[in-house]
């Protein structure tokens, strides 16, 4: 291949997907006046940072809409098949050097600034910090989505969530009971429907995340299963490829046809059931050009501060503690993905980077000229 088509406007076509999620969000918000008023708002705002993203392009400078904000390296389940733990990036307890609640209160303040709309709050089990993400509620321009196991929702956060329109909670299920018991530890399918109904009742959004695999991708995308979260207030389902991190469960993940079978039954979701936004993650990269990690699109910054080109492919070479979003941005790894071939090469898994990871690691060698650079996570 011959690297990224420069006549594809990235812009535009992220621009146009900003738009069509808040679109949905609205279509799907419009019973709810406290909903809708706030949302009505994000979507004066999401139009000036969209604004601000295409005179930084018009200059020479491109700024992606959306980043992954993993706030913690802890977590309190051990999901079987975890590319996290299989990374090494989640641990049981806390480690002490992850990043401060000032500095990630700076890295907000920074994205605003730069026009990004969305920040998606992950882990580990980002509901462990409780601070930053009530630091990121007094953040209106954005929104932020929070990827939760579910099992930390409590009173205070039912009443933040409830004064803070702009924190959505996203619940990780992987279908009916048994197969996210399964998976995730037993109990933790009931602990989700408690919390689905308590945000029914209190009249709040929030949304579901599914790992999709081979196994699950009927069910998951079936009218029945959608019906039953949408009957409880669910207002968004992330569908997320699985990818894997093992030869074992290579077989798991979504091939060229469960693919273009999920990118339709989507499609068909959108046009009947309009009360739900669905989002799937990675996406259609044909259309969007190629793979849009590495900036293209969004970017990572994992718990420790390293800027990383998506949480499926842990490698950095600049942290964010002592640099900006903007110089993290413009790092020599991501430069060379966005300039380069990897990004638009056919994959099998859920993820090129992960698929390819070997030529990642060989750009870093070629940055650091050291071998201990291509073996090492640089975090630091």
């Not at 000036?48 to 706030?71: N, Q, V, W």
């Not at 929070?146 to 039912?158: E, L, M, P, V």
């Not at 009249?203 to 039953?228: P, W, Y």
């Not at 900036?295 to 994992?302: A, E, L, P, S």
Request: contains cysteine; hydrophobic residues 40%; aromatic residues 8%.
């Amino acid at each position: 291949m011959n690297g990224i088509d420069e006549n594809f406007d990235i812009q535009a076509y992220m621009t146009k997907g900003v738009e069509n999620v808040v679109a949905d969000a609205l279509k799907a918000t419009f019973k709810d006046p406290r909903e809708t008023a706030f949302m009505l708002k994000f979507a004066a705002a999401s139009k000036a940072a969209s604004k601000k993203r295409r005179e930084a392009e018009d200059a020479g400078e491109h700024i992606p809409p959306f980043l992954i904000a993993s706030i913690t390296s802890q977590c309190n389940l051990h999901c079987a098949g975890c590319y996290s733990r299989c990374n090494n990036a989640t641990v049981d307890a806390a480690p002490v050097e992850q990043l401060t609640d000032a500095e990630w209160l700076r890295i907000f303040d920074e994205a605003d600034e730069l026009g990004i709309s969305f920040i998606l709050l992950a882990g580990g089990e980002p509901m462990l910090r409780r601070d930053i993400i009530e630091a990121a509620g007094k953040k209106p321009n954005i929104l932020f989505p929070i990827f939760t196991n579910g099992t930390f929702i409590d009173k205070r956060y039912f009443e933040l969530f409830d004064r803070c329109r702009n924190l959505i909670p996203i619940m990780s299920i992987e279908g009916e009971k048994e197969i996210t018991d399964a998976r995730r530890g037993k109990g933790v399918y009931d602990s989700l429907i408690r919390n689905m109904d308590e945000f029914s009742r209190r009249g709040l959004i929030f949304g579901a995340s599914v790992t999709v695999t081979t196994q699950n991708i009927r069910e998951v995308s079936s009218d029945a299963f959608l019906k039953k979260l949408s009957d409880r207030g669910c207002k968004a389902v992330v569908f997320v490829e699985f990818v894997p991190v093992t030869e074992e469960a290579r077989e798991l993940a979504p091939g060229d046809e469960e693919r273009a079978y999920l990118r339709d039954e989507i499609a068909r979701l959108r046009a009947e059931h309009p009360e739900m936004v669905y989002i799937c993650f990675p996406g259609d990269e044909k259309s969007s050009g190629g793979c849009v990690a590495a900036g293209r699109g969004f970017f990572h910054i994992n718990s420790h501060g390293g800027a990383e080109p998506c949480p499926f492919s842990p490698y950095s070479d600049v942290n964010i503690k002592n640099s900006s979003l903007r110089e993290a941005l413009h790092s020599p790894l991501f430069t060379a993905l966005r300039s380069g071939d990897i990004l638009l090469d056919d994959h099998e898994g859920g993820c090129v980077l992960y698929e390819k990871r070997a030529q990642v690691e060989a750009l870093l060698a070629g940055r650091y000229n050291s071998k201990e650079a291509v073996s090492k996570r640089l975090s630091s």
